[in-house]
C-alpha cells in the first residue's frame, strides 16, 4: 500500500504465505546484524538468509505465483536398447544414476534413475518391461540455479533497481514478490524460471521425440510481469491470474480463482486511508465471496421439513463469514460437499477425488485442480441448467433447485447425524480443524510428547484468513493455511509485527516450542524489534555462541 493510502503516511506492507502446516513451524524467525548488512524475518531452518522480511531500506513478501514449469512428455524407447530413446532423426543414450537408500535393518535399496534430455523417467520403465509407456518429466527445477544468491541479495537490496536486480536469479519456486521502500514505492515482480512455450502448452504429454514440442528456453526475465508505484497506490496478490489474456507468453492455467483477492479488494475499496492493525484485519478476515454468490440459492428454496426449515433460516440470516463459532458456515459447507457429490461426484466416481483437488499423494496432499469443483459449480448454479443436474442413476433432468434440495436434506441428514439434533451447537469449528502434527508425533507413544491440536479455526479456501481443507464428508483437517503472518510500517521498523503459526523451538519441552499457537488463532502478533534500544527492551535472554579455535 502506497503512502497516500496509509494513515501514517508510510508505505505499508503485509504477507501471509500458505503451506501445509507442520510441527515444528516451517519458518525460522531470525534478526541477522552483520558488517555489511542487516535483514530480519524467517527463514527455513538450514537454509542461508532471510527469505520474507525486511531490511532498513525496502520491504518484501511473496505468494506463490503458480505458473506451468513442467511438462510430461512420452519418450520412444529404442527396441533393442531401452536406455536410448528417440530424438528427430536420431537415438539418444538416457544418462542413468543409481541412488542408494540406506534402509534401517534391510538392506540398502538401489533406485535407478533414468534420465532423458527432457528428466528423469517417473513412470518406472526398467529393460524387462516394455508395457509401461515411459514418461519424463521436464522441471525448471531440474537445471542449475541461484536462488539462494538471489536470497542473498534481496537481503542486501537498497531500492526498486536493486531488488529487480536480485530476483533476476531467483529460479524456483516462481513466485509474485510485493515490494515497499521506505522512500514510499511500492511494486511487485513475478521472479521464476518460466518456460517459453509455442507448439506445446503442456496441458497435455507431449510426444518426447518430436522437437517441435521442446521448450524455447525461459521467457525473458524484462517480459515477466511488473508493477511499480501503480496509481491505484495499491498491489494486491492472492495466488490469482496476474496477468491479462493480452500477455504474449503462456503462463499456465492453474492460477487459483480470485476469491481472496476480491475480498481484499473489496475491503480496500471501503475507505480512503489503512491503518497498520486494519492490515491485520484483512489479513483475518474470514468473509466468503464465493459463499455469498452460492449460499443465496440455498437460501432461497423453500421446504415443509423441520430440519430444512432450520437449515434455510440460517443460510437467509448469514453475513458469509466463516468463522468458527459459526453455525451458518457449517451448513453450508456441508450443502456444499453434498451439492458436489450429486452434481459431480456420482457421475465422475473414483475420478470425483481428483476432481476436487484431492492428491493421491502422501507427501502432497493438494494439486493443480484445487478449488476448480468449486468454481465450476458456481457457474452451474448461476447458468441454472446444466446436462450434469441430470440424475446420476436414471439420467433424468432435473433442474437447478431439485438438485439444490436433494444436497441440503442430505447435508442436513449428515450435520444432525455428526453433530446431534441441537443447531445451536453446530459450529464450523467442530468440524473445521487445524493439527500441528511432527513427523515422530505419527507413533502412538510420542503423539501427546510432539502433536498439538486438535484447535478449531474459522476461514476456508476463499477468504483472506485462509485455511482450505478438502470439500468431501467427512470434512478433515486443514491441510494449508497462513504460515506466517507479517505486517510493516515500511521505513519504521520498531512497529513491525509477525506471528509464525506454532512456535520458535523444535524441541517440544521448549517454552517456544509451541507458545504462539494460541496468538496464531487469535489473531494476535508479536513485535519484531529492530533497533539495537528496542532489542535490548523486549529481550528475554542472550545466548553467546563462541567457536572453539582449533589449532
Not at 387 to 397: I, K, L, M, R, Y
Not at 456 to 476: F, I, K, M, R, S
Request: aromatic share 10%.
Amino acid at each position: 500500500m502506497a503512502p497516500k493510502r496509509s494513515a501514517s503516511r508510510r508505505a505499508l506492507l503485509c504477507n501471509d504465505p500458505h503451506l501445509a502446516l507442520q510441527m515444528p513451524g516451517v519458518w525460522f524467525e531470525n534478526h541477522l546484524v552483520c558488517p555489511d548488512f542487516e535483514v530480519s524475518g524467517v527463514s527455513f531452518a538450514g537454509t542461508p538468509g532471510v527469505i520474507l522480511g525486511h531490511n532498513a531500506h525496502i520491504a518484501w513478501g511473496m505468494t506463490n505465483a503458480y505458473p506451468d514449469v513442467q511438462d510430461l512428455f512420452v519418450e520412444r524407447p529404442h527396441p533393442d536398447t531401452p536406455d536410448s530413446f528417440a530424438y528427430g532423426d536420431r537415438w539418444e543414450a538416457a544418462r542413468v544414476v543409481e541412488e542408494t537408500i540406506q534402509i534401517r535393518q534391510r538392506q540398502p535399496h538401489v533406485e535407478r534413475v533414468v534420465i532423458t534430455r527432457h528428466g528423469p523417467l517417473i513412470s518406472n520403465l526398467t529393460a524387462q518391461s516394455n508395457t509401461v509407456i515411459p514418461l519424463a518429466l521436464q522441471w525448471v527445477g531440474h537445471a542449475p540455479g541461484q536462488t539462494v544468491r538471489a536470497v542473498l541479495r534481496l537481503n542486501r537490496a537498497r531500492n526498486w533497481e536493486e531488488f529487480q536486480a536480485a530476483l533476476m536469479d531467483w529460479a524456483a519456486p516462481a513466485q509474485t514478490v510485493v515490494y515497499a521502500d521506505a522512500d514510499g514505492n511500492i511494486g511487485q515482480v513475478l521472479a521464476g524460471a518460466i518456460p517459453r512455450r509455442e507448439q506445446n502448452l503442456g496441458l497435455l504429454p507431449a510426444p518426447g521425440w518430436d522437437p517441435v514440442y521442446d521448450w524455447l528456453g525461459m521467457i525473458p526475465w524484462d517480459e515477466l510481469p511488473r508493477t511499480y508505484n501503480p496509481a491505484s497506490g495499491l498491489v494486491v496478490t492472492a495466488n490469482n491470474k496476474m496477468v491479462g489474456d493480452e500477455y504474449p507468453h503462456f503462463m499456465g492455467i492453474e492460477t487459483l480463482p480470485g476469491w481472496r483477492a476480491a475480498r481484499l479488494e473489496e475491503m480496500l475499496a471501503e475507505k480512503e486511508r489503512f491503518s497498520l492493525r486494519d492490515m491485520e484485519e484483512m489479513q483475518l478476515d474470514t468473509l466468503s465471496k464465493y459463499a455469498a454468490a452460492l449460499a443465496p440459492y440455498f437460501a432461497q428454496l423453500n421446504s415443509d421439513d423441520t430440519w430444512m426449515k432450520v437449515a434455510i433460516a440460517y443460510l437467509r440470516k448469514w453475513d458469509f463469514r466463516m468463522d468458527s463459532e459459526s453455525t451458518a458456515a457449517l451448513i453450508f459447507h456441508y450443502a456444499l460437499a453434498c451439492l458436489l457429490e450429486e452434481v459431480f461426484g456420482k457421475k465422475l466416481g473414483d475420478l470425483a477425488p481428483a476432481y476436487y483437488g484431492i492428491s493421491s499423494s502422501p507427501i502432497f496432499l493438494i494439486d493443480g485442480f484445487l478449488l476448480r469443483a468449486q468454481t465450476r459449480l458456481l457457474e452451474l448454479v448461476v447458468a441454472g441448467e446444466s446436462s450434469w443436474f441430470a440424475d446420476a442413476a436414471t439420467g433424468a433432468p432435473r433442474s437447478r433447485d431439485e438438485v439444490l434440495t436433494r444436497a441440503l436434506a442430505e447435508a442436513v441428514k449428515r450435520l444432525r447425524a455428526d453433530f446431534g439434533d441441537n443447531a445451536r451447537r453446530w459450529a464450523w469449528g467442530r468440524a473445521h480443524q487445524v493439527r500441528y502434527t511432527h513427523p515422530l508425533g505419527s507413533a502412538r507413544l510420542f503423539r501427546s510428547v510432539f502433536n498439538r491440536g486438535p484447535y478449531p479455526v474459522g476461514g476456508d479456501g476463499t477468504t483472506p484468513n485462509q485455511a482450505y481443507a478438502p470439500p468431501v464428508l467427512p470434512l478433515g483437517l486443514v491441510q494449508v493455511t497462513a504460515s506466517y503472518r507479517q505486517v510493516f510500517e515500511v521505513g519504521v521498523w520498531d512497529r513491525a509485527q509477525s506471528v509464525t503459526t506454532s512456535g520458535q523451538s523444535g524441541h517440544p519441552l521448549s517454552d517456544h516450542y509451541a507458545d504462539q499457537i494460541a496468538m496464531w488463532r487469535e489473531g494476535v502478533y508479536h513485535p519484531m524489534p529492530w533497533s539495537r534500544a528496542a532489542v535490548e527492551e523486549t529481550a528475554h535472554y542472550r545466548a553467546t555462541l563462541t567457536p572453539t579455535v582449533s589449532d
